[in-house]
Structure formats: C-alpha cells, structure tokens
C-alpha cells in the first residue's frame, strides 16, 4: 500500500473514475467527502451520490457535511491527518479546508485551463466549435479554476461527438491524470505552471452555469453554430425549439449548408419522412426528438405520430 494518505471530494459518475484508480495502486484513502443524500425523482426517494456508492462498495470512510466551514467538520478531517487532498466536480472549499495537508490540494477540471473555467467546461467547448479539449489537474487557490496547473493532457474532439460522449472520454482520461499527478507529488517531481504565463495578457474563455432560458435555439445563426449547440446540450440538459406551440427537445442533428430563400426558422418537410429547419446558411435535419409530453423519438416515429401538428415556428 502506497502511505500518502488521501482525502477524496467529488459527488457525481464523473469523480468515480479517479477514487476507482487510486484504489487500484492502493492508495490509501483515508476519507471520502461527498454531497448529503437527498430525494430525487418522481418518487422523492433518498439517492446516495455515485461516489458514495463507489466508496461504501470499497468500505472507504464517506463525510457528507451540509457545511464545509463547520468546526465538526474541520474537526473530523485534522483527526484524518492527510497528506494530500483531490477534488473532482465538487463544490469549492474554504482556505481552512484546502490549505490543511502538508502536501496542498488539487482539482481536476475537464478543459484544457486557463481556457473553460467554470461549471460547464465540456459544454461549451462542443458549442463553441473547439476541436480539442482536454482535463487538467492542479492546486487549488482562493479563486475557481486559477490555481498552478501541475498536468494537462489532452483529447480530440470528433464532429459528432456531444456532451455525453465526450463527457465518457475526458471521464477516463480524468481518472488516469488523478493518478499521474498523485504520483508526481508523491515523487517530488511537480513542475507548476502559472495559468497568467499561458494566458500572456489574453482573457480565457469562460464555461459559466447552462441555465434553462440559454438552452432555446436561435434559428438565425449559422448551422455549423446551431449543430454545434444542439451536440452541446445532448443528452443533457438538451436545446429546444417551439413547434406548433409546443416544445421540442432535440437531441440529434446534422447540417447542411445551401442557398435557400427561406426565412430563419421556417420548416420544410414531407411530414413523412424528414423535418428540415432553415438557417441563415442552410438548414439543420432533425433526427432525434422529444415533443412536449411525448416520449425520445427519432425523427421517423416522430413524424408517424405526427399527424395533426401543424409546422409552424411559434
């Protein structure tokens, strides 16, 4: 058993993956830190994080604090003793907190930084066209994301990829740098590189929170833009359109570029096999979505189903 001892934070699927290869080399984890139960679903029923799931499968010790500044807490984590704290997809924590371990604490962010700061780094580097990105490990600060970069490493991203592929790729790619960089600071052999020397004046881009009114679809920018945006929201929290009134969640796409004389949003389609919409470029074939009430479809079912729906944007 490798003897740095390590505190663990991270709630979601996404932070599995590092705990899961720090268990492999047999590390010593000597506490998990994740969010505190709570109901989910139609049902309301008390859901456990994926974490703690992962950490009660491997009798590791699991916190849940509602307040990462309260001395029980902090109480709790000094008797832990650690050496060395990670953080993958948790809320930020206090000074008190991440200055504790002799050897600082780190984090693990899905983008290639200073670029992505925020909550929706993959999103937005599928909306914004980018055709890599990457994670990158480093050691926390008093600001989100600023902190000395101690690894990157980097990741295609391929044009049909959307948030749910590629959220698969940097998840195991996020759990193999976990390791590296703990193994680096186990070593001593950290070279830190200040996110203010990449960045050389220039402002990063940035991955601010999706929220819902971001998610409707502006029929009028380019359809490279508009596929960009919908592979960027699929299959969560996923663009939306207005159909005969009623909502439309799609899922899948492809574009086309060609002149047309059509107006921005307006619909073509036989109402039998393909539903275009028009861009100011083209047009964007749907080809996987959900109305309003009815279930995921792709666009064949959809349209079988389809038959008093009239196919106007409104």
Not at 11 to 31: C, H, Q
Not at 191 to 199: A, N, V
Not at 200 to 229: Q, T, V
Not at 275 to 301: A, F, P, R, V, Y
């Amino acid at each position: 058993m490798n003897n740095l001892k390590i505190i663990y934070y991270g709630t979601p699927e996404f932070a599995v993956e590092g705990l899961k290869a720090l268990i492999k080399k047999k590390y010593n984890i000597v506490g998990v830190v994740t969010a505190p139960d709570k109901p989910a679903g139609r049902g309301q029923k008390i859901q456990e994080s994926d974490v703690k799931k992962f950490a009660r499968a491997n009798n590791l010790n699991v916190l849940q604090p509602t307040n990462l500044k309260s001395e029980k807490f902090q109480t709790e984590l000094k008797k832990l003793d650690a050496d060395l704290q990670i953080i993958v997809a948790f809320r930020m924590l206090p000074k008190t907190v991440w200055n504790m371990p002799k050897y600082g604490t780190f984090n693990l962010h899905a983008s290639l930084l200073p670029n992505y700061r925020g909550a929706a780094p993959i999103n937005w580097a599928i909306i914004n066209g980018e055709t890599e990105t990457g994670v990158t490990s480093f050691f926390l600060n008093e600001n989100i994301d600023t902190g000395n970069i101690i690894l990157q490493e980097k990741i295609k991203i391929n044009e049909k990829d959307n948030i749910g592929t590629l959220y698969e790729k940097l998840m195991k790619l996020g759990g193999e740098v976990i390791l590296k960089t703990v193994e680096l600071i186990e070593k001593d052999e950290v070279i830190e590189t200040k996110q203010e020397e990449i960045l050389n004046g220039n402002e990063p881009k940035l991955a601010p929170k999706i929220f819902r009114k971001d998610l409707s679809i502006d029929w009028c920018k380019s359809s490279k833009e508009i596929y960009d945006y919908i592979r960027g929201l699929s299959p969560y929290p996923v663009a939306w359109t207005k159909i005969s009134g009623k909502m439309l969640k799609i899922y899948k796409a492809e574009y086309s570029l060609e002149n047309h004389n059509k107006n921005c949003g307006e619909i073509i389609s036989d109402k039998k096999t393909f539903i275009h919409i028009c861009t100011k470029d083209g047009i964007i074939k749907l080809l996987e979505l959900q109305l309003e009430g009815k279930k995921k479809m792709q666009i064949d079912e959809f349209l079988r189903g389809a038959n008093n729906l009239e196919f106007t944007m409104r």
